[in-house]
């Protein structure tokens, strides 16, 4: 049985022999097929005593074709197996699923092919299998074509051999069915203009700056033209009514302040306290210095160093609003501070 299966697909690729669609282009192709699985599994697994044989089916499958050469498809088959329970004495079918993938050569980009996979079979129990077989394809179209083979299948998990044939129909997308040009007359030779690979606008034999990003302005030597522009970060750290500690709030904040000083390591930090009107103007101004000190001290714990930063108190002399209210007494209580610095930064064209 198993040897006639495989005379009748070999047939019946031969039948459709006819001159093959060269020059594929790339694209994915979808199908649908007859399938015939001869197996010779006994006393399987999962139920002792059963023997499973022969299956016919049918089954769809998707791949992509990668050039003349290589195509790939997954692939799934609805089975039904001839099976026999020894033990109950009788024949029934017994449902199974096929699914996997395939890896396909066209032998010199024509209608010939060979194949090889990895399967796993659901029927009473799961096996997994290796395959590996030959094919012929006819194209009816540029995009439509049928295709027969065979193919071997060895065991994993039990061991078995196996040989399966099968016969489709496809559809391969993205055709071109255009006719071809006919051949112009070769134009008359033009003299070549300059090279400017990066397209900068400066040729290549003046460019000393290969490959520049196509939206920076260059200079008439190909290389990216930067200017100076002046960065600011601020920094407002307000505090209760007689507290110096920095309140959990701005701890992201100053890491911040920090961040920017780790990148820019020529900047440095004065670092501003300030205190409400109410209450004595001594302890006030010390309170002030206490504040921007705090500040500091967290600072350096991000990994700012000690000489970097600056303090300086000015207790309640530098009101940010004069007005005797509650609100404005809570904007008083502040450190600030303003960093700066020149950074180069690419023209646009």
Not at 185 to 201: I, Q, R, T, W, Y
Request: charged share 25%.
């Amino acid at each position: 049985m198993k040897l006639k299966s495989l005379t009748i697909a070999i047939a019946l690729a031969a039948t459709s022999a006819s001159t093959f669609a060269a020059d594929k282009e790339e694209g994915f192709y979808i199908g649908a097929f007859g399938d015939y699985y001869d197996a010779s599994w006994k006393n399987m697994r999962d139920q002792a005593g059963l023997d499973v044989n022969e299956s016919t089916g049918w089954g769809v499958e998707a791949g992509y074709r990668f050039s003349d050469y290589w195509s790939a498809r997954l692939e799934y088959a609805d089975m039904d197996f001839n099976a026999f329970d020894k033990v109950a004495g009788n024949r029934n079918n017994i449902d199974g699923e096929r699914y996997g993938i395939d890896a396909l050569y066209h032998l010199d980009g024509g209608p010939f092919y060979g194949l090889f996979g990895i399967k796993e079979i659901d029927v009473v129990d799961d096996n997994t299998f290796l395959n590996a077989g030959v094919g012929y394809q006819h194209f009816i179209t540029d995009g439509l074509f049928v295709n027969a083979e065979t193919a071997v299948y060895q065991g994993l998990d039990r061991g078995y051999t196996d040989v399966g044939a099968k016969i489709g129909i496809n559809y391969l997308f993205g055709q071109n069915s255009a006719p071809v040009e006919p051949v112009k007359p070769a134009p008359e030779p033009v003299a070549a203009a300059p090279l400017d690979s990066d397209n900068d606008g400066v040729i290549d034999a003046n460019d000393e700056c290969a490959n520049t990003p196509i939206v920076d302005a260059v200079d008439a030597k190909g290389c990216t033209v930067y200017e100076d522009k002046e960065v600011t970060v601020k920094l407002l750290v307000t505090f209760p009514h007689d507290v110096a500690n920095v309140p959990n709030e701005f701890f992201g904040d100053i890491k911040q302040v920090a961040d920017f000083m780790k990148e820019n390591s020529e900047v440095t930090v004065v670092l501003e306290g300030h205190a409400s009107a109410p209450g004595d103007a001594t302890y006030n101004q010390s309170l002030s210095e206490k504040r921007a000190k705090d500040v500091a001290s967290e600072l350096m714990k991000d990994g700012i160093e000690k000489s970097r930063i600056s303090t300086v108190g000015y207790g309640e002399t530098r009101l940010k609003n004069s007005a005797n209210t509650r609100a404005a007494n809570a904007e008083n209580r502040r450190v600030e501070a303003q960093l700066t610095t020149v950074e180069k930064v690419k023209v646009k064209r």
